[in-house]
T-cell receptor, first 114, second 111 residues
Framework: DSGVTQTPKHLITATGQRVTLRCSPR?????VYWYQQSLDQGLQFLIQYYNGEERAKGNILERFSAQQFPDLHSELNLSSLELGDSALYFC?????????????FGPGTRLTVL | GNSVTQMEGPVTLSEEAFLTINCTYTATGYPSLFWYVQYPGEGLQLLLK?????DKGSNKGFEATYRKETTSFHLEKGSVQVSDSAVYFC??????????FGTGTRLTIIP
């Protein structure tokens, strides 16, 4: 158990819908990262927050947004969903913006868009 | 630019065989280097890391040495077990506040 929690574990929805994925980092970790893992794209970095502020952005679509709240939990919002958004979405946390610090991964949310 | 190249899988070995999974990187500086493992149905876990040249990371019988001369961080294990079956990711940290993951290598160990 990494100490990072993600909810829900599974999500099934239809095209065009909007969903919210939630992540609680390990106690004491200020940085949160979101990743998308799909069969064709591999593991892709989406976005990073540190203590409530966006720090780095990767291959995140405009239909996707995220935020980190004062209690440090984070939410990833996916809207206008398409079939191709079906993937595993991982959240990870670390003590500080990564510089040799280990990232701890949650168990992931499996999103299926029908 | 910065990039990582990881040995393509899948890799299938018999129990107690020797394992090598190659990982090389291209970087303008000296990244920290990580190996993560993903067991079936789970999230990624840090397996080992090395933060400077000639450092050796080790954990659970796995080892990897940071080779600056060859820009490599190959993962090795002397005698694999069925429980090592997983997907392994090489992940350099190039200093841009995110890890860059390799494509992953799926390892299957046969009893």
């Amino acid at each position: 158990d990494s100490g990072v929690t993600q909810t829900p574990k599974h999500l099934i929805t239809a095209t065009g819908q909007r969903v919210t994925l939630r992540c609680s980092p390990r106690s004491g970790d200020l940085s949160v990262y979101w990743y998308q893992q799909s069969l064709d794209q591999g593991l892709q970095f989406l976005i990073q927050y540190y203590n409530g502020e966006e720090r780095a952005k990767g291959n995140i679509l405009e239909r996707f947004s995220a935020q980190q709240f004062p209690d440090l939990h984070s939410e990833l919002n996916l809207s206008s969903l398409e079939l191709g958004d079906s993937a595993l979405y991982f959240c990870a946390s670390s003590v500080a913006p990564l510089n040799g610090y280990t990232q701890y991964f949650g168990p992931g949310t499996r999103l299926t868009v029908l | 630019g910065n990039s990582v190249t990881q040995m393509e899988g899948p890799v299938t070995l018999s129990e107690e065989a020797f394992l090598t999974i190659n990982c090389t990187y291209t970087a303008t500086g000296y990244p920290s280097l990580f190996w993560y493992v993903q067991y079936p149905g789970e999230g990624l876990q840090l397996l080992l890391k090395a933060t400077k040249a000639d450092d050796k990371g080790s954990n659970k019988g796995f080892e990897a040495t940071y080779r600056k001369e060859t820009t490599s961080f190959h993962l090795e294990k002397g005698s694999v077990q069925v429980s090592d079956s997983a997907v392994y990711f090489c992940a350099p940290y190039f200093g841009n506040e995110k890890l860059t993951f390799g494509t992953g290598t799926r390892l299957t160990i046969i009893p």
